[in-house]
């Protein structure tokens, strides 16, 4: 019988969100995979989202072994390892995406490695460079458990299968700094025009409508990131004031979610409007309180469909599943990501510090820009964010270079050679 792999995901006690890698034929957890991350990553306190990736690397690694037949803890401990021909193929296999059984499936009719197998695409270069760099990682490691205190012969041969792996990893891209990430005043017309209440191509029902059209002018007007919007409880909303606070929350015990939303920023406070004060208002008095179990928790945002999850707080798939039925709007938003309305508040707030009758020093624009969105004074994501603002500055001034310049061309195009 051939075997499989998978991991699965678990709260302990504590709160802290944490994964094993099983044998999904026999439903038992594979012992030197989860050592590795338990000693490895766990024990470096990585984030559990770090941990699920790492994981997924072995479990594609584990994969290619079973289907090649490869005893890796043999091959060590023979100083064989991998030949380059196998190493190879460890990088094709390391750029397949795999078919997923269902969740509902019991375990001894999972699909078979071979329908697993089925190419359904590649994955990108940085999911590839990664499985590549996990892969390496472990069995460096692994080598060094099964070896204790290797030889000079050994030494030189784990180096090696490193380097090999390594070797073979894709170039690493660097993010194409003349991609405009924010939406144009096209694609948030028609975004926010859909997302009215009764809008007949409204894409939700009208239990949601309210939730869903919220969801989004939160993450277009406070500039805030999925994971700390899934984050916000209901006590984190001074009315009075019209502020709500960002808070980092890791390893909530009273949080239901298996994978709990992480918030990467600096906390902070952050000004609210009185339009969106009274969404927020309208939407937790007259949605939330109506569907069952809200109350059984303070996260703002939770989940309205019936079934086990009623009234629980929005799981990120959740969240992604509004966004992605928001793209099936038009073609003009199949691109459509949350974290797009990040830097149209970036480009928005780079517009009204221009436009300023006493505009500030750029210093203390990137100053307020870091507290607003929760960076670290001087961490550089402040000019990354105002990249497509630079852009069309430089254009604008270009043009205008150019008109300045005009008389020195002909007056009119000629077409005589």
């Known amino acids: ?74 091959r060590i401990l023979t100083r064989r390892f991998l030949s380059p021909h196998e190493v190879d193929a460890l990088s094709d296999y390391m750029q397949r995406k795999f078919r997923r059984a269902p969740k509902e499936e019991p375990v001894d009719s999972m699909f078979t490695l071979d329908e697993l197998e089925e190419l359904e695409g590649s ?32 030494s030189e041969r784990i180096k090696a299968i490193e380097s090999q792996i390594t070797a073979r990893r894709p170039e690493r891209k660097r993010r ?77 015990e009273d949080d239901p979610r298996g994978l709990e939303p992480n918030t990467k920023t600096l906390e902070r406070t952050l000004p609210i409007g009185d339009v969106l004060s009274h969404e927020l208002h309208e939407y937790i008095n007259k949605d939330r309180r109506r569907v069952q179990n809200a109350r059984k928790n303070d996260f703002l945002f939770v989940t309205h469909k019936s079934g086990p999850t009623v009234g629980q707080p929005l ?27 990040r830097h149209s508040w970036n480009f928005d707030f780079s517009e009204q510090m221009d436009s300023s009758e006493s505009p500030l020093s750029e210093e203390r624009q990137a100053q307020l820009r870091s507290y607003l969105m929760g960076w670290k004074p001087g961490s550089g994501s402040a000019e990354y964010y105002n990249r497509r603002f630079v852009k069309q500055q430089a254009k604008e001034a270009g043009l205008a270079l150019q008109a300045t310049n005009g008389t020195r061309l002909p007056q009119g195009l000629s077409n005589e050679k």
Not at 9 to 22: A, L, N, Q
Not at 26 to 39: A, D, K, Q, S, V
Not at 128 to 147: C, D, I, P, V
Request: hydrophobic fraction near 35%; aromatic fraction near 10%; charge should be positive.
């Open 315 to 341: 799981s990120k798939s959740g969240y992604f599943k509004i966004i992605n039925q928001i793209k099936t709007l038009s073609p003009i938003l199949y691109a459509l990501t949350g974290h797009m309305l």
């Open 176 to 252: 194409n700094e003349d991609r405009d990430r924010s939406l144009s005043e096209e694609q948030l017309d028609l975004l926010f025009d859909s997302l009215k209440l009764d809008s007949p191509i409204n894409p939700f029902g009208k239990e949601v409508q309210r939730r869903n059209r919220l969801i989004i002018s939160m993450l277009y007007y406070l500039g805030i990131r999925g994971g700390e919007l899934l984050n916000i409880r209901i006590p984190d909303i001074n009315f009075h004031n019209n502020q709500i606070k960002i808070v980092r929350r890791a390893d909530e």
């Open 123 to 154: 994955v990108d270069s940085g999911t590839h460079y990664m499985r590549l760099t996990n892969s390496a990682k472990y069995l460096k490691w692994l080598a060094g458990q099964l070896f204790q205190s290797p030889d000079s012969q050994a």
């Open 1 to 74: 019988m051939s075997n499989d792999f998978g991991t699965t995901t678990f709260k302990m006690d504590s709160g802290e969100r944490y994964c094993h890698v099983i044998n999904l034929t026999t439903g038992l957890p594979e012992f030197y995979p989860n050592l590795y991350l338990t000693t490895q990553v766990r024990n470096r306190s990585r984030a559990s989202s770090t941990i699920l990736a790492t994981a997924g690397s072995l479990v594609v690694l584990l994969r290619f072994f079973e289907r090649r037949q490869i005893d890796i803890q043999e």
